[in-house]
């Protein structure tokens, strides 16, 4: 190389750029960065200000121009283009690299020129020229630097002195190296095919880069070349070539060893830490082990020098063997990145280090050892964990999501099956934020009200709900942005449910109970023993039920089904009835209600389960009658009680005299109580009786499905809840008697439409127009042919309550009537089969004459009369009968005759709502 040109070429360059200097521009500020890092021209390009443009680098060749920068370029020219890793691009150059202009192997310059395009094809470029500048003269007689791409080895040329008088001399026979053309020069390689002997001016075909300085010869090569060898020293792959560089001139013979090995890897991972591992004595690199001697290790992080690594909790360690340098995962100057890799959420930490090794050994005094390694862990997942902060005593669910690196994002987020995006999600009363910590992760907080309506809500155990959140969080990690799901579950149990506690009271011929918290019903249901006790059930079983706001009001009556008798005495009862408070889907009974009292009844008759018949049999009549001389039909089953009025039976059907029959699906057992009458013994005929002629047939009905086991009557004596129904009757014309029961078996039915053929199901919603007729049936059940049934009181109201107002009658005394507000037509009933005695049938259309919309039930009252006269009671006359014949007959004996049905509710809607 010519050392003469130096100066005029470098002046020459200059003038170059100034020349071109209209065309090419200054770099915007703040766009590069560059330095000179130990022999290494350095330069960062700040990835922000290249706003995601495209960008190329060109190398100025001071005598040709620009040349563009690839890999194949920069591996044997010296140069290296990656990215820190903030993602910033960082171009690196050995001074010792093509096209650097190199002043006495101590000031260097480098050129670069920066394109910039929106476009990929760096169309519209703008170019930027970056000059950069290196000074470096505390060369070692051997330096290697083993970069990313390339190894390059440096020497002195100057060879070692021999002290003697003859060293002059020698000196001067040998050649002057640095003014031998290189071309002269030849290398010769030794690797396991064997020798290798090129022209230096063919090295660049094979990727290297051979050439002289003024005063040092070097070599550079790529990794894994042809004439390149992998040894193992350490544990750690080398990447090796052995060379020698000679200089043949007649009889002199100049060989200068050009080996150089560079570690391939050497790292190595825990879950907290990397660890990169690099010889401290490479065999092929110091020949005479015994000599060597290790001067300085310093390690540095993006290519600067850490002078203490103990700051940054790095740890450099070095032994006979090894060199180590140890960086906690995290650790300050690397960066970690977060990723997603096969669909797991995990980070990545990155660090650009190097290592400078000095040693001397006999061979070459000084040999300075660079190695510069980006390192990236694997990716290490790192699930992303939700923590449950839930307050229940404020009823709100706080959720925390984390930890996460800054440049992670959450971008949607999913409560109960329900998208939100961020801003819907604050819309909807959602709390989102973030919340960072010291050491720079951050999570996300998420705060939902327990009574928000994508909660999910559970009924549990006795009083507690379950309330669930379900989220689903979509975060966009890392600077790819890539979207990843994560969701959670989180739930809490509260005791928020208060069960409802009933009170219960009774008059003289009903239980009551009066039971709060009917909101809920929900998440509980009324039971009578294994029955559900709805509306329906209640009507069908005689009870009355009326709620306002708040509470649930049941009245039962004594003798209706359900009412158990825990105590029964002669007049005397001691009644209880249960209703259950069930969980609807577990049917688990969380609370019984109960009533219980004690009546004191003149009269009843109570047909047992198991058989057994009581009777508290009332008999007024004139004159009194011995009530100790009342019998069955079997004249020893006499009273186990009695006083002046009254007998008290308790009998078995299978005795007394009882006898038995069926009646559709009922068996009825009938007795009968009769007097024994006292014969006065006279002289003549004929026999006077003091006694009126006077018994009372005694009826149990049972439902024959349940009376099938008839066996189980033994079985089960002390059952007290009466499954049949009874009844006393009297047998005689007196007018004087009691027939005792409660109500008439009565049920009513509301058809759709006049021909009275087909019904609406009972707890059908029931939709009429204003201008159409209700029409009602009501029906008496289980009495003879003989009787016959009359509405006799009929209104609407707007509820069940037997006693709401306003109320609007229909009907008095068993006539219509034209009110102002409804008006009703009896309708005529003929048999059919359906309709077996039309007697025990009534029909009713009832209209409304405004046309308000509301919800109406129809109430009536009714009694039964006896065309026969077989059954005591009221005459018939028909259903609408002159008021002064009805107040005669409709004695108060008749409110012993009575029955009440309800129909409705009945929704008086205008619309086409059917
Ligand atoms: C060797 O260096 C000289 C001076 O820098 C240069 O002109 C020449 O092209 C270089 N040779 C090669 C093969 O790089
Ligand atoms: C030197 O350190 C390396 C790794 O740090 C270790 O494997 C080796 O055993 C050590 N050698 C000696 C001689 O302590
Ligand atoms: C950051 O700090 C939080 C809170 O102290 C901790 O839970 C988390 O594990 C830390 N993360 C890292 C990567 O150190
Ligand atoms: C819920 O029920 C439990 C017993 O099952 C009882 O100890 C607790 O006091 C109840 N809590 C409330 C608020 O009613
Ligand atoms: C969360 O949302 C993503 C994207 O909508 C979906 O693929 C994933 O199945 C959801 N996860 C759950 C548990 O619903
Ligand atoms: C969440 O936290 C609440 C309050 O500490 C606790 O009652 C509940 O059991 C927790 N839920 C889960 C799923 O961990
Ligand atoms: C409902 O009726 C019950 C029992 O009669 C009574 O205690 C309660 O105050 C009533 N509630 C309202 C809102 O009227």
Same mark, same amino acid.
């Given at each position: 190389?010519?050392?003469?040109?130096?100066?005029?070429?470098?002046?020459?360059?200059?003038?170059?750029? @100034?020349?071109?200097?209209? !065309?090419?521009?200054?770099? %915007?500020?703040?766009?590069?960065?560059?330095?000179?890092?130990? *022999?290494?021209?350095?330069?960062?390009?700040?990835?922000?200000?290249?706003?995601?443009?495209?960008?190329?680098?060109?190398?100025?060749?001071?005598?040709? #121009?620009?040349?563009?920068?690839?890999?194949?370029? $920069?591996?044997?020219?010296?140069?290296?283009?990656? !990215?820190?890793?903030?993602?910033?691009?960082?171009?690196?150059?050995?001074?010792?690299?093509?096209?650097?202009?190199?002043?006495?192997?101590?000031?260097?310059?480098?050129?670069?020129?920066?394109?910039?395009?929106?476009?990929?094809?760096?169309?519209?470029?703008?170019?930027?020229? +970056?000059?950069?500048?290196?000074?470096?003269?505390?060369?070692?007689?051997?330096?290697?630097?083993?970069?990313?791409?390339?190894?390059?080895?440096?020497?002195?040329?100057?060879?070692?002195?021999?002290?003697?008088?003859?060293?002059? &001399?020698?000196?001067?026979?040998?050649?002057?190296?640095? /003014?031998? $053309?290189?071309?002269?020069?030849?290398?010769?390689?030794?690797?396991?095919?064997?020798?290798?002997?090129?022209?230096?001016?063919? $090295?660049?075909?094979?990727?290297?880069? @051979?050439?002289?300085?003024?005063?040092?010869?070097?070599?550079?090569?790529?990794?894994?070349?042809?004439?390149?060898?992998?040894?193992?020293?350490?544990?750690?792959?080398?990447?090796?070539?052995?060379?020698?560089?000679?200089?043949?001139?007649?009889?002199?013979?100049?060989?200068?060893?050009?080996?150089?090995?560079?570690?391939?890897? #050497?790292?190595?991972?825990?879950?907290?830490?990397?660890?990169?591992?690099?010889?401290?004595?490479?065999?092929?690199?110091?020949?005479?082990?015994?000599?060597?001697?290790?001067?300085?290790?310093?390690?540095?992080?993006?290519?600067?020098?850490?002078?203490?690594?103990?700051?940054?909790?790095?740890?450099?360690?070095?032994?006979?063997?090894?060199?180590?340098?140890?960086?906690?995962?995290?650790? !300050?100057?690397?960066?970690?990145?977060?990723?997603?890799?096969?669909?797991?959420?995990?980070?990545?930490?990155?660090?650009?280090?190097?290592?400078?090794?000095?040693?001397?050994? &006999?061979?070459?005094?000084?040999?300075?050892?660079?190695?510069?390694?980006?390192?990236?862990?694997?990716?290490?997942?790192?699930?992303?964990?939700?923590?449950? /902060?839930?307050?229940?005593?404020?009823?709100?669910?706080?959720?925390? @999501?984390?930890?996460?690196?800054?440049?992670?994002?959450?971008?949607?987020?999913?409560?109960?099956?329900?998208?939100?995006?961020?801003?819907?999600?604050?819309?909807?009363?959602?709390?989102? +934020?973030?919340?960072?910590?010291?050491?720079?992760?951050?999570?996300?907080?998420?705060?939902?009200?327990?009574?928000?309506?994508?909660?999910?809500?559970?009924?549990?155990?006795?009083?507690?709900?379950?309330?669930?959140?379900?989220?689903?969080?979509?975060?966009?990690?890392?600077?790819?942005?890539?979207?990843?799901?994560?969701?959670?579950?989180?739930?809490?149990?509260?005791?928020?449910?208060?069960?409802?506690?009933?009170?219960?009271?009774?008059?003289?011929?009903?239980?009551?109970?009066?039971?709060?918290?009917?909101?809920?019903?929900?998440?509980?249901?009324?039971?009578?023993?294994?029955?559900?006790?709805?509306?329906?059930?209640?009507?069908?079983?005689?009870?009355?039920?009326?709620?306002?706001?708040?509470?649930?009001?049941?009245?039962?009556?004594?003798?209706?089904?359900?009412?158990?008798?825990?105590?029964?005495?002669?007049?005397?009862?001691?009644?209880?009835?249960?209703?259950?408070? *069930?969980?609807?889907?577990?049917?688990?009974?969380?609370?019984?209600?109960?009533?219980?009292?004690?009546?004191?009844?003149?009269?009843?008759?109570?047909?047992?389960?198991?058989?057994?018949?009581?009777?508290?049999?009332?008999?007024?009549?004139?004159?009194?009658?011995?009530?100790?001389?009342?019998?069955?039909?079997?004249?020893?089953?006499?009273?186990?009680?009695?006083?002046?009025?009254? &007998?008290?039976?308790?009998?078995?059907?299978?005795?007394?005299?009882?006898?038995?029959?069926? !009646?559709?699906?009922?068996?009825?057992?009938?007795?009968?109580?009769?007097?024994?009458?006292?014969?006065?013994?006279?002289?003549?005929?004929?026999?006077?009786?003091?006694? %009126?002629?006077?018994?009372?047939?005694?009826?149990?009905?049972?439902?024959?499905?349940?009376?099938?086991?008839?066996? &189980?009557?033994?079985?089960?004596?002390?059952?007290?809840?009466?499954?049949?129904?009874?009844?006393?009757?009297?047998?005689?014309?007196?007018?004087?008697?009691? *027939?005792?029961?409660?109500?008439?078996?009565?049920?009513?039915?509301?058809?759709?439409?006049?021909?009275?053929?087909?019904?609406?199901?009972?707890?059908?919603?029931?939709?009429?127009?204003?201008?159409?007729?209700?029409?009602?049936?009501?029906?008496?059940?289980?009495?003879?042919?003989?009787?016959?049934?009359?509405?006799?009181?009929?209104?609407?109201?707007?509820?069940?309550?037997?006693?709401?107002?306003?109320?609007?009658?229909?009907?008095?005394?068993?006539?219509?009537?034209?009110?102002?507000?409804?008006?009703?037509?009896?309708?005529?009933?003929?048999?059919?089969?359906?309709?077996?005695?039309?007697?025990?049938?009534?029909?009713?259309?009832?209209?409304?004459?405004?046309?308000?919309?509301?919800?109406?039930?129809?109430?009536?009252?009714?009694?039964?009369?006896?065309?026969?006269?077989?059954? %005591?009671?009221?005459?018939?006359?028909?259903?609408?009968?002159?008021?002064?014949?009805?107040? $005669?007959?409709?004695?108060?004996?008749?409110?012993? @005759?009575? #029955?009440?049905?309800?129909?409705? %509710?009945?929704?008086?809607?205008?619309?086409?709502?059917?």
């Amino acid at each position: 190389m010519e050392a003469v040109g130096y100066s005029l070429c470098r002046i020459w360059m200059l003038f170059l750029l @100034f020349c071109v200097g209209q !065309e090419r521009q200054m770099s %915007p500020p703040g766009l590069v960065q560059s330095s000179c890092r130990s *022999r290494i021209f350095w330069m960062k390009l700040n990835k922000l200000l290249l706003q995601g443009k495209f960008f190329q680098l060109e190398i100025n060749d001071p005598y040709a #121009g620009p040349v563009l920068l690839d890999d194949r370029l $920069a591996s044997r020219c010296g140069y290296i283009l990656s !990215e820190d890793v903030w993602g910033n691009p960082v171009f690196r150059a050995s001074v010792l690299s093509c096209y650097v202009v190199n002043e006495a192997d101590e000031l260097f310059s480098l050129t670069v020129n920066i394109k910039v395009s929106s476009f990929a094809s760096m169309r519209a470029a703008v170019t930027y020229t +970056y000059p950069m500048y290196c000074s470096y003269s505390s060369w070692a007689s051997r330096e290697i630097v083993c970069e990313e791409n390339y190894m390059e080895v440096s020497v002195k040329t100057d060879v070692p002195a021999v002290s003697n008088d003859y060293t002059v &001399a020698w000196m001067s026979a040998l050649p002057e190296t640095q /003014n031998v $053309a290189y071309q002269v020069w030849q290398l010769m390689f030794v690797s396991p095919s064997g020798r290798k002997r090129i022209l230096v001016s063919d $090295a660049a075909k094979l990727g290297y880069s @051979f050439n002289n300085t003024l005063s040092r010869v070097y070599l550079r090569a790529p990794y894994h070349s042809n004439e390149s060898e992998i040894s193992v020293v350490g544990g750690v792959d080398m990447n090796m070539i052995t060379s020698t560089s000679m200089y043949r001139q007649r009889w002199l013979l100049l060989l200068i060893d050009m080996t150089v090995s560079c570690p391939l890897d #050497g790292t190595s991972f825990t879950d907290t830490t990397l660890t990169w591992t690099v010889p401290s004595i490479i065999p092929t690199l110091v020949l005479q082990e015994s000599t060597f001697l290790s001067k300085t290790i310093l390690m540095g992080v993006d290519g600067l020098h850490i002078v203490n690594p103990d700051k940054n909790n790095y740890l450099l360690e070095h032994n006979k063997t090894h060199i180590a340098v140890t960086i906690p995962i995290g650790a !300050e100057g690397g960066k970690l990145k977060s990723s997603v890799s096969g669909g797991v959420y995990g980070i990545i930490y990155s660090i650009d280090l190097f290592l400078e090794h000095t040693w001397t050994d &006999a061979d070459w005094q000084t040999t300075k050892y660079t190695v510069i390694k980006s390192i990236t862990t694997p990716f290490m997942p790192q699930i992303p964990t939700v923590i449950n /902060n839930t307050l229940p005593e404020e009823k709100i669910f706080n959720v925390a @999501f984390g930890h996460f690196l800054p440049d992670v994002s959450l971008v949607a987020i999913t409560i109960g099956n329900v998208p939100f995006t961020l801003r819907e999600a604050q819309h909807q009363g959602y709390k989102i +934020y973030e919340t960072p910590f010291s050491n720079g992760t951050k999570e996300f907080i998420l705060e939902v009200s327990f009574d928000d309506p994508y909660v999910l809500k559970e009924y549990v155990n006795r009083n507690e709900t379950k309330y669930t959140l379900l989220v689903n969080y979509t975060i966009s990690v890392g600077p790819e942005m890539i979207p990843y799901y994560h969701s959670a579950e989180v739930e809490c149990m509260i005791a928020d449910i208060e069960i409802p506690e009933a009170v219960g009271y009774c008059d003289e011929e009903n239980l009551y109970l009066i039971i709060p918290g009917f909101g809920l019903h929900q998440y509980w249901n009324l039971y009578l023993g294994t029955k559900l006790l709805n509306r329906h059930t209640a009507h069908t079983n005689g009870y009355l039920t009326a709620t306002n706001a708040t509470h649930l009001i049941l009245q039962i009556p004594l003798f209706a089904v359900g009412v158990i008798y825990e105590e029964v005495s002669f007049q005397k009862i001691k009644a209880r009835f249960d209703v259950a408070l *069930r969980k609807v889907r577990t049917m688990e009974t969380l609370q019984t209600f109960s009533v219980s009292c004690n009546f004191n009844s003149p009269a009843f008759i109570l047909c047992y389960p198991d058989g057994t018949v009581i009777i508290s049999a009332q008999m007024k009549t004139v004159p009194g009658i011995d009530m100790s001389r009342t019998q069955l039909r079997d004249s020893s089953c006499k009273p186990k009680e009695y006083n002046k009025e009254h &007998a008290f039976f308790k009998f078995h059907v299978t005795t007394c005299g009882t006898s038995v029959r069926f !009646e559709g699906d009922h068996i009825v057992y009938e007795n009968e109580i009769s007097y024994e009458k006292e014969i006065l013994p006279g002289q003549s005929q004929p026999t006077i009786t003091r006694d %009126p002629d006077y018994s009372l047939t005694v009826l149990c009905y049972y439902r024959t499905k349940e009376t099938v086991m008839l066996g &189980a009557f033994i079985s089960k004596p002390s059952a007290s809840h009466p499954s049949g129904s009874g009844t006393i009757v009297p047998r005689s014309n007196s007018a004087v008697h009691r *027939r005792i029961r409660q109500a008439l078996n009565v049920v009513s039915r509301v058809s759709k439409s006049a021909s009275f053929v087909d019904f609406y199901e009972p707890n059908v919603a029931i939709l009429k127009r204003p201008t159409e007729s209700v029409f009602l049936e009501v029906e008496l059940k289980d009495e003879s042919p003989d009787a016959e049934l009359y509405l006799d009181n009929c209104w609407v109201t707007g509820s069940l309550d037997f006693n709401s107002t306003p109320r609007w009658n229909i009907t008095v005394d068993g006539c219509e009537i034209n009110g102002s507000e409804y008006v009703a037509e009896f309708c005529s009933v003929a048999a059919s089969s359906r309709v077996r005695h039309p007697s025990h049938f009534k029909r009713l259309a009832v209209r409304t004459l405004t046309h308000r919309l509301k919800q109406v039930y129809v109430h009536c009252s009714v009694v039964v009369c006896s065309a026969a006269n077989t059954l %005591p009671g009221i005459p018939c006359r028909g259903q609408c009968s002159p008021s002064t014949e009805r107040n $005669a007959f409709l004695g108060h004996n008749s409110a012993h @005759f009575h #029955g009440y049905v309800l129909a409705g %509710p009945v929704w008086i809607v205008e619309s086409d709502l059917r």
